[in-house]
């Protein structure tokens, strides 16, 4: 899949997926699977071997292998209808139609139509070019550069030169030159910079999963509606929310005791890079949270941001 690379500028490394052999052969029957690094966004590509069968089918299948797969699985067609399109896409299903459509909502990407406007891509950052913008932000300097930005957040050369020059193209940040080394120059700090790059940053939450009170994990956060509690005057939820980059061993996809489960957030990159006071970061929070429909959330996020803005200025 060179278009991948071609078209959204990322890097993918191939490998192969061992779990696949814990898969039922109705399954393994009529797909392949690989292993891939998008970016070195770890996802499980699912090949669909000739035409996608019923949808109902499809969708039972992509749960069961994206439940052994444990990250965002990818379902990769020949050809789909536009029905099937259109289902998929409510369903959340991240699919690639070969040379015609990508959907990659956990790293948000959306691009149809032979890719026509390549540009399009760009309305929305790739994981690691919003891990380097956020690094940017918090650390709020005038200049920075290239090779510390990756050293800071243990990235590629390759990775690092791919997400400084998105940010690059959708005008957050200049570039220039200094004898071997690239300078990265913030035209603009703190909440003008915010609001500058807003629309650009996705929520950083891949899957939402839940796990018992007993299972003990390491490396997780206060997210969600608890983070949000800690942040501002919103009540505790019933459920306490933590956000994590690798899943723990054991999970659930479904809630089945409020009382007995905590629900975890797989996100997209570590959330532990920005992260203090056990608990995500606010513009972190923020995204994760931005979309949703209580207002109470949404009175909660003002506050919290205002804070955050009023001390991050003073």
């Not at 006071?277 to 941001?305: C, F, H, K």
């Amino acid at each position: 899949m060179s278009y991948l690379e071609e078209v959204l500028g990322i890097k993918a490394i191939y490998s192969q997926w061992k779990d696949s052999k814990k898969l039922p052969f109705l399954i393994t029957d009529r797909y392949d699977f690989q292993r891939v690094f998008l970016d070195e966004v770890p996802t499980v590509f699912m090949y669909v071997k000739g035409s996608m069968e019923s949808l109902v089918n499809t969708k039972a299948h992509v749960r069961k292998a994206g439940s052994l797969a444990g990250v965002p699985l990818v379902l990769v067609l020949q050809t789909c209808l536009p029905r099937q399109r259109e289902s998929l896409i409510r369903a959340g299903i991240p699919f690639i139609v070969e040379g015609t459509q990508i959907f990659l909502p956990f790293m948000g990407v959306a691009l149809r139509e032979k890719y026509s406007r390549p540009a399009e891509f760009r309305t929305q950052l790739t994981p690691s070019a919003q891990v380097v913008f956020l690094h940017l932000l918090y650390g709020a300097k005038n200049k920075i550069l290239l090779k510390d930005v990756a050293k800071e957040l243990n990235l590629t050369a390759m990775t690092a030169s791919r997400a400084v020059r998105q940010l690059e193209d959708a005008g957050m940040i200049k570039t220039q030159k200094e004898g071997v080394h690239k300078i990265i120059l913030m035209t603009n700090q703190g909440q003008a910079l915010f609001r500058k790059a807003e629309s650009f940053l996705i929520s950083p939450v891949g899957r939402k999963l839940y796990v018992t009170k007993d299972k003990a994990f390491e490396n997780c956060l206060k997210a969600g509606y608890l983070a949000l509690s800690e942040y501002s005057m919103l009540s505790a939820p019933r459920t306490n929310v933590y956000a994590v980059n690798n899943l723990p061993a054991e999970y659930m996809e479904e809630m089945t005791d409020a009382d007995q489960e905590i629900q975890i957030e797989q996100w997209i990159y570590d959330p532990c890079l920005f992260g203090k006071n056990g608990s995500v970061d606010p513009i972190s929070l923020y995204l994760s949270l931005r979309d949703d429909p209580d207002e109470r959330v949404q009175e909660a996020l003002d506050t919290m941001m205002s804070d955050f803005w009023r001390e991050y200025h003073a």
